[in-house]
């Protein structure tokens, strides 16, 4: 017999959770899918998926949604440049996660796996790989989020020794077919630069990041589930890479050049500091804030090799995730003309 799971999900209206959701529903599962009355729920219909009304803030949603689940995974963060309250920051991220964990505990889950980020390790330095047992570089945080996610994530790591059992699992900077949200924005930056509406980069597009593919991603939350350790971490990651790397393999798979321009880090910063003020006096969303600026001026190497020695993960070559990503691209661009 099929091992067929009931299985909760935060964070299930969101570009890795509406993917998690549909492949948990491939395998058999059921899945009772958290949202908020207003959250867009395109991607969730099928006769194996209930729609939960709830917020990861109200508890009594939470506990009501997990009952008949055994397993619960915990994406729901709030992973924004801006907030016009910065608590909502601690609240969504940490107390969000408090009451998750309560509630799966009341209701008896048997396993949570918990989304937290790369960005709680923090930077590495030149020359260095980082992995899920690298010391913090610094004590400084460059973000509300990040600064919340890593207060969040060593709650979770007190709570699994004292017996909880939660898995952790850190995925780098995601990209990849799937809801073009804040939360896919290297995807929405691609489409942009291809389009040529976006051909700047910062600091010339030099520092390093880690590139995942969504659907590697969402593949290794579920590895996590079946094979992860109880109280570990896994980065879920793919290849290390520049962001003019990327640029360049998006001009490969395009067969197409793209005009290129470099954003010097003075002038970044005033940008951002400018988008910042006028979100704090006119309300208006910033495309982007000094924290993140100076974020993405940091190199952030890391290796996914615990979880694919210990998980089975797999790793999709940059290369064939950027053409994967290119030509979804434009399959939507060409369904919007129609």
């Known amino acids: 017999m099929a091992d067929t799971r009931t299985i909760f999900v935060t964070g299930s209206t969101g570009f890795i959770g509406t993917k998690l959701v549909n492949a948990l529903v491939e395998c058999g599962h059921k899945v009772h899918a958290l949202a908020r009355g207003t959250s867009n729920k395109d991607g969730l219909q099928h006769e194996r998926i209930k729609l939960v009304t709830g917020d990861i803030l109200d508890r009594a949603s939470l506990q009501k949604g997990m009952e008949g689940c055994s397993q619960v995974y915990h994406l729901a963060a709030y992973a924004k440049n801006w907030a016009r309250d910065p608590a909502i920051f601690h609240k969504q991220n940490v107390e969000g996660m408090r009451n998750v964990f309560d509630a799966a505990r009341a209701v008896g889950v048997t396993r949570v796996i918990f989304t937290s980020t790369i960005v709680t390790f923090g930077p590495t330095t030149p020359g260095v790989v980082g992995n899920e047992v ?32 939660v898995v952790i699992v850190n995925p780098t900077r995601v990209y990849g077919p799937g809801k073009l949200t804040e939360g896919n924005s290297v995807s929405l930056m691609i489409d942009l630069y291809d389009r040529g509406r976006v051909p700047v980069l910062l600091n010339g597009g030099t520092n390093i990041g880690n590139y995942v593919l969504v659907d590697d991603l969402v593949k290794g939350h579920m590895l996590a589930m079946d094979k992860g350790r109880v109280g570990e971490r896994y980065i879920l990651g793919g290849e290390n890479s520049s962001l003019k790397h990327i640029f360049e393999l998006v001009d490969e798979v395009s067969g197409k050049r793209h005009f290129q321009m470099n954003l010097p880090p003075r002038l970044a910063y005033l940008y951002s500091s400018f988008e910042k003020k006028k979100a704090e006096r006119l309300g208006f969303y910033p495309q982007i804030t000094p924290g993140w600026v100076e974020t993405f001026l940091q190199d952030w190497v890391y290796s996914c090799e615990k979880a694919q020695r210990e998980l089975g993960y797999i790793v999709t070559p940059l290369k064939d995730g950027v053409r994967m990503t290119y030509e979804w691209l434009l399959e939507q661009r060409r369904a919007r003309r129609k």
């Open 134 to 165: 690298i010391t913090r570089i610094t004590p400084k945080y460059y973000t509300e989020y990040e600064e919340t996610k890593a207060i969040a994530e060593q709650e979770a790591l007190k709570m699994a020794a004292g017996g909880f059992p």
